[in-house]
């Protein structure tokens, strides 16, 4: 099945600094999201984008399709930004979503 | 619109005996997926349907864990009997069921085995 790798897997931030997240994948995908978990264990999502660019307020995403992976930015971080942050992926020929492993971040005051 | 819901959000039980998770989707939301999370881990998928049903559950193991969507709209997920690796988080996820439709989380229901 695909892999999806994600880096760093930890990271640690001064509030107020920006930070770039990855997430690279083995095959061609048709869904990508990113999610951040926060503290309490709720999935939320942050971005729909398979391919492209998004932005909302502080953050933004990044898709290169044909290159096999995304980014994820954060702009002056926040502690209320911890948490860990995931990709998820369907490559076209398979109907499971996959998860990579996580980037955890914490942000101190 | 209300949100994906999940129950219990906790449940402690001993090893052997049995378990039951429920999850109400979105409504109007065709997929429901199941994901077990270990701690440290991303999610898992378990088992996906598309209506009442089943897509793909080539990640349940089988001789334990069963679920069932009976009437296309709620979920419930079973554990028996549960073994010590099974404490995780158990996930509950819908979607609109085309596959370029991105995934709505519940909660989660947190699981110890003792």
């Known amino acids: 099945g695909i892999q999806v790798e994600q880096s760093p897997p930890d990271l640690i931030l001064q509030e107020g600094a920006n930070s770039t997240l990855r997430c690279n994948f083995s095959d061609s995908v048709n869904n990508l999201q990113w999610f951040h978990q926060n503290p309490w264990g709720q999935l939320i999502n942050l971005f729909y984008?398979?391919?492209g660019t998004k932005q909302n307020g502080r953050l933004s995403a990044t898709t290169v399709a044909t290159e096999r992976y995304s980014l994820l930015y954060i702009s002056s971080s926040q502690t209320t930004d911890s948490g860990v942050y995931f990709c998820?992926?369907?490559?076209?020929?398979?109907?499971?979503?996959?998860f990579g492993r996580g980037t955890s971040l914490i942000v101190h005051p | 619109e209300a949100g994906v819901a999940q129950s219990p959000r906790y449940k402690i039980i001993e090893k052997r005996q049995s378990v039951a998770f429920w999850c109400n989707p979105i409504s109007g939301h065709a997929t429901l997926y199941w994901y077990q999370q270990i701690l440290g881990q991303g999610p898992k998928l378990l088992i996906q349907?598309?209506?009442?049903?089943?897509?793909?559950d080539s990640q349940l193991p089988k001789d334990r864990f069963s679920a069932e969507r009976l009437k296309g709209v709620d979920s419930t997920l079973k554990i028996q009997p549960a073994k010590l690796e099974d404490s995780a988080v158990y996930l509950c996820?819908?979607?609109?069921?085309?596959?370029?439709?991105?995934?709505?989380f519940g909660d989660g229901t947190r699981l110890s085995i003792l």
């Open positions: 984008i398979p391919s």
């Open positions: 998820a992926v369907r490559s076209g020929g398979s109907y499971i979503p996959t």
């Open positions: 349907f598309q209506n009442n049903g089943v897509v793909d």
């Open positions: 996820a819908s979607s609109t069921g085309q596959y370029n439709q991105p995934q709505h």
